[in-house]
């Protein structure tokens, strides 16, 4: 009894909010995508750069809850989940819509001007376009979460178990692939974070192929006292800033990995040695900084031969 009550809660909660995913994708088309399409405020690439296919998305989703009403979880997910792979084609290119947007709000003053006035509207929710637009990155890989928990309270002598596990199955496929691009994305937003908070910048940190690894403040050991640094480490640079005020920093090496050495000294010993340019004593965790660009290396030049 306690298992059907659960299950009934999971049942109500896959359709309440796919009642409330619905109404946000008709708020992007309905006060962003289409009066922009109206107002020719921004050329067609960069619309269909931005929006996607999300009004394909809308057709589905608006058909899944048809489905939801009619018909059990099972039924419905396995009927839809082969549509569900148009979410792949939104998440492939959802690092270049924020790219997109970002730029067309920089370089666009009556662009700025319209997406600021849409986003203020109590309609929107104080909902902003971007934090709207990622929702159908999040909604498949939130859907199979609950689908997951429906099937662990379904009896396996349940009809709908079978239907439950198939489709569970086959969404699974389609948020493997999101997932992969949630990570790009969040590797994205930290690298432009990162990027906008250093001044005095000798390169770009967008970069394609480039990751985002780990950041900290460590002390760089100078020739006549050790200076706290804030220290940047990505996949194929490290960068260390000297800390400003208001979470600014001035960038004062940027570092490509490939030029770089790593040499393990004990606590008591002094790292100032000959021919050592640059020397980093890690406060906390020093294993985690040193780990990364030993493999790094290593790799390099496993490649190499």
Known sequence: MQSRTKRDRI??????????????????????LVPLRESNLLPAPARAAIFS???????????????????????????????????????????????????????????????????????????????????????????????????????QDDPEWIKLRS?????????????????????????????????????EILAPGRKFIREGRLMKVCKRKSKERMCFLFSDLFIYARPENAGSFTCRAVLPLMFCSVARVDDEEDPRAPGVPFFVRVIVNRSGWISYVEDFLSERYRVRM
């Open 11 to 32: 049942v109500q909660e896959i359709l309440d909010t796919q009642v409330a995913y619905i109404d946000n994708l008709e708020r992007i088309i309905r006060l962003f």
């Open 53 to 155: 296919n999300i009004e394909a998305i809308l057709a589905v989703d608006r058909e899944l809850l048809d489905c939801l009403v009619e018909q059990s979880p099972g039924e419905a997910f396995l009927r839809l989940a082969p549509f569900l792979r148009l979410y792949s084609l939104y998440a492939n290119n959802f690092q270049r819509a924020n790219e997109v947007l970002t730029d067309c709000t920089k370089k666009s003053s009556d662009f700025a001007r319209f997406r600021a006035e849409q986003e203020s509207r109590p309609d929107c929710c104080a909902l902003g376009l971007p934090s709207l637009l990622i929702m159908p990155v999040q909604r498949v890989p939130r859907c199979k979460l609950l689908l997951d928990d429906l099937l662990k309270h379904t009896p």
């Open 167 to 203: 489709a569970c199955r086959q969404i699974g496929q389609v948020t493997t692939h999101i997932n992969e691009h949630i990570r790009t994305h969040d590797n994205f937003r930290q690298m432009l974070r990162i990027q906008n908070s250093l001044v005095g910048m000798g390169a």
